[in-house]
């Protein structure tokens, strides 16, 4: 069942480095609305993205709009490595 207009959906990574726990030197989450509107938060910059433990990172997205999100974390530096998936948000028909 898809999420609905209104939601605060989690989204959270794990980055690791030779199969252990490992943070990279810069952490990005970016998300992109089903308008197109592309949302950018560095961890140590914004207070949305937050470190869990060593490695795990997660973030809330408020979700505004009905159709198809996507997310994609960012990895840079130490440990490098990237992450996606999308979710389907149902509009409010009040």
């Known amino acids: 069942m898809p999420y609905l207009q209104g939601d605060l959906i989690r ?14 030197t810069t952490v990005v989450l970016k998300h992109k609305s089903p308008s197109g509107t592309i949302t950018t938060w560095t ?6 993205v937050v470190k869990d433990a060593v ?3 997660r973030g809330d997205i408020n979700v505004n709009e009905g159709g198809t999100w996507h997310f994609r ?7 490098q490595g990237a992450a996606q998936d999308s979710f389907g948000v149902t509009a409010s028909n009040i």
Do not use: K, R
Request: net charge negative; aromatic share 10%; hydrophobic share 40%.
């Open 11 to 24: 989204v959270s990574v794990t980055f690791e480095a030779a199969g252990l726990a490992a943070d990279p």
């Open 73 to 79: 974390w960012e990895g840079t530096g130490a440990s």
């Open 55 to 57: 490695g795990a990172y």
């Open 43 to 48: 961890h140590g910059v914004n207070n949305q």
